[in-house]
């Protein structure tokens, strides 16, 4: 009986070995140990075979390729450092790429049409954007920046509106209510332009994860087995019985009804217009699950890696061994008991016999 092959059974991907040694069987395999001189091994073949039994003990299985996410690796452990990180790439990005379409014609109305089309196109769906010519808001935007800045638009959502100037800087205090002397009139909403698309971004970001996620899956039930969607969904105290649409609806204002909209429902109308209204904190929330799933997977593919790379890690056969410890290898008395060893060159040889006896 070959105690290697024959004593060990591998389960699933965990290695698990089992040795159901009798006692007999035990003393019979065990009396050549120590015999290093008789050992008998096919030398052309000894380190494919070593390398056939770590391939067996890893088992890999194909699994999706990792893409590196750029967002997800901008997230930090606040609100107001995600929102500082995702402004400084890709708010002034855009920013810097309206500006150019903005000043290729100042002048031209279709022009200024024609970069507010496109800086739709980066927002969600219900958010519209557009030139602003109003009297009263185009002076109150100079009366926070004066002439500094190179445009002013308009932003609105379902029942919101905000006044954002492109290009330009205001003092932090007057951002959400602002409005110049002598006006009678309702505060304007006027928000930094960075930040504003930033936030929106993210809820563009978080709601076309949740759709290429949900459009993995054919039943509720199966994307509900997801790490990621069931962690979040115990979070918010979203239970089995509240996962229907229409009790979601039912609550949609609430935190668990945007949020089960947006991680269950994330395809309709209504799980668009939730992620809208969602606050800070449930977003901050919502990126912290998917950046913890998102760096769960990165170590495996680093781990992955790492199994199928050229360089030889410490549980794997190197490539270049010197001829001296091969042949010491296959005549080492270690093989009657663990079918393959290996010694590094740096080895005493001379003392692996001696410590195969004791």
């Given at each position: ?21 009798q006692n007999n069987e ?263 699950f998917l950046q913890e ?29 010197p001829q001296k410890c ?33």
């Amino acid at each position: 009986m070959n105690l290697f092959t024959n004593g060990m059974e591998v389960f699933g991907d965990f290695g698990i070995f089992q040795m159901p040694f009798q006692n007999n069987e035990m003393t019979s395999d065990l009396s050549n140990l120590f015999d290093s001189g008789n050992v008998q091994v096919d030398e052309t073949n000894y380190l494919q075979k070593g390398e056939k039994i770590l391939t067996l003990l890893r088992k890999k299985k194909s699994k999706p390729l990792f893409y590196k996410d750029d967002v997800l690796e901008k997230v930090k452990k606040r609100w107001d450092l995600t929102l500082a990180a995702v402004s400084r790439s890709t708010g002034d990005a855009i920013e810097s790429q309206f500006l150019e379409k903005l000043n290729r014609d100042p002048k031209n109305e279709e022009n200024i049409k024609d970069a507010c089309s496109w800086l739709n196109e980066q927002m969600p769906k219900h958010l519209f954007v557009f030139p602003e010519y109003r009297d009263r808001e185009i002076k109150t935007i100079r009366g926070l920046c004066g002439y500094k800045q190179s445009g002013i638009i308009c932003m609105r959502y379902l029942d919101q509106e905000m006044i954002l100037p492109v290009g330009a800087k205001f003092k932090p205090r007057f951002e959400g209510a602002a409005k110049i002397r002598g006006d009678k009139g309702p505060f304007l909403n006027v928000q930094n332009f960075s930040k504003t698309i930033s936030t929106f971004y993210l809820k563009k970001y978080v709601l076309e994860k949740f759709s290429s996620l949900r459009s993995q899956y054919k039943t509720l039930e199966e994307y509900m087995d997801l790490c990621v969607v069931g962690k979040i969904l115990k979070d918010y105290g979203i239970k089995e019985g509240d996962t229907k649409f229409q009790k979601l609806l039912e609550v949609r204002r609430s935190f668990k009804g945007k949020i089960g909209l947006l991680v269950l429902y994330p395809e309709t109308t209504e799980a668009e217009e939730s992620t809208l209204m969602m606050e800070h904190y449930s977003l901050q929330r919502i990126l912290e699950f998917l950046q913890e799933d998102y760096h769960r997977r990165k170590n495996e593919a680093k781990m992955e890696k790492n199994l199928s790379g050229d360089y030889a890690l410490s549980f794997q056969t190197k490539k270049n061994i010197p001829q001296k410890c091969i042949k010491a290898m296959e005549r080492s008395g270690f093989n009657n008991y663990f079918g393959y060893v290996e010694f590094d060159e740096e080895c005493d040889l001379s003392l692996m016999e001696e410590l195969c006896r004791e």
